[in-house]
């Protein structure tokens, strides 16, 4: 069982960077693929960013280059640095998580979540 709670979401300028933080509890953290997910306004929830735990990652191509995903074991902790913010970025972030060691893409290989962190951004 592994339990997430974010952080670090925020009004911004499009242009800004933000860092998002995901706590997790569970023994098996430093064994699960780690995603962060997100969701605009009528729209499907869409994975930004997926890390394994030996540090491979994976990123949708609307971030590539201007986010960055990383996990530190010991704080049992996840970070997504966005940066190049843009208008099209505001949407409710997600963190989530499964055991394992594949990168997978879609929400529904991801049993655990956190209730999500809301990101705006300008113009």
């Known amino acids: 069982q592994v339990q997430l709670v974010e952080s670090g979401g925020t009004l911004v300028q499009a242009g800004g960077s933000l860092r998002l933080s995901c706590a997790a509890s569970g023994r098996t953290f430093s064994s699960s693929v780690m995603g962060w997910f997100r969701q605009g306004p009528g729209k499907q929830r869409e994975l930004v960013a997926a890390?394994?735990?030996?540090?491979?990652?994976n990123y949708a191509d609307s971030v590539k280059g201007r986010f960055t995903i990383s996990r530190d074991n010991t704080k049992n902790t996840v970070y997504l640095q966005m940066n190049s913010l843009k208008p099209e970025d505001t949407a409710v972030y997600y963190c989530a998580a499964r055991e394992g060691y594949v990168l997978h893409m879609a929400a529904n290989q991801y049993p655990y979540w956190g209730q999500g962190t809301q990101v705006t951004v300008s113009s």
């Open positions: 890390i394994s735990s030996g540090g491979s990652t």
